[in-house]
């Protein structure tokens, strides 16, 4: 029997609570394959961080890299700030494994209204394909006169070629595969006279190799504008690591809602773990009331599965999950039900 060994960094917030049902699920759908994993719990996170005034410990980056991927619930506490958070655990994650790509689907799920009048079920299917190592994430610049009124602050993006250019390859081969074979370009070069404008020649440059596939090239602000005139025309979108962030969090809104958007920090090199995580964040407003939505933590896990070369069972969950969406079954509030954390994750463990 094969094995895979999991780091599991359940979190903050409702972190643990959607978090234990994707590992069973997971582990029940991997079994098809005769697939075991095994999992290792690190208690990282804001609790670690109250008590030793870090995230995670120093070497936590060497212990990661032992494992062959991570499955991670929630970071973040209403008394730490996002910045300490972010750069104390996650964004260092992204960049050592060199997870450059993070894949964020957002899909119309049968037995899911969006909030966007008249749209059918599966008419929306979009893969965001995020630039996650540089761009508008790389921290560098600093602060000077801190205190006093002339205070200032440098906060400088970074854009190589290399950078964009891997992207947005990678984004043009997953679309090769998908029936519309279209990729649209999120960009503001018309403001952002440099890092954009290399982003933009990248675009071209890597587009020529792919004639057999469509291309639209959108500032932001008329992406988010389209993001919810017409969502359905989108199929795979490349961006950089804010604007990526930014329309992600909107195309889950559209398909429905935060609890069922999934995301995956992939090196796809595989000389490093990938990472795989759902997108809500840590939900400080309904930790502990039993009412999470455990669907994005479960196909989090799915394509995680997919990730490790397991593609029967990481249908298998996308499957069961879609059985619990489209059925007459247990609903978290979020999607206008009154069903617990464990009942959606039994609900879908049934159906594996």
Known sequence: ??????????????????????????????????????WTAFPWGTDYFFQHGRMAPADYLDQLSQFDAILL???????????????????????????????RPSYLYEGVPSPLVGKAPRSIDMLVFRENTEGEYANIGGRLYQGFPEESAVQTSVFTRRGCERIIRAAFEAATKRPRKKVASITKSNAQGFGMVLWDECFARVAADFPDVATESLLIDRAVMEFVRRPESFDVVVASNLFGDILTDLGAIVVGSMGLAASANIDPTRRSP????????????????????????ILSAGMMLEHLGCSTAARAVQTGVAGVLRESAPKTPDLGGTATTTAVAAAVESRI
Do not use: W, Y
Not at 77 to 101: A, S
Not at 275 to 289: N, T
């Open 1 to 38: 029997m094969r094995t895979h060994r999991i780091a599991v960094i359940a979190g903050d917030g409702i972190g643990p609570e959607v978090t234990v049902g994707a590992q069973t699920i997971a582990e029940k759908a991997a079994a098809i394959e005769q697939v075991r994993l095994e």
């Open 73 to 103: 619930g929630a970071v973040g506490h209403p008394k730490v700030q996002d910045h300490i958070t972010l750069n104390g655990l996650l964004l260092p994650i992204r960049r050592k494994f060199d997870q450059f790509i993070c894949l």
């Open 274 to 297: 990938s990472m795989f995580e759902p997108v809500h964040g840590s939900a400080p407003d309904i930790v502990g009331r039993g009412v999470a939505n455990p669907l994005a933590a």
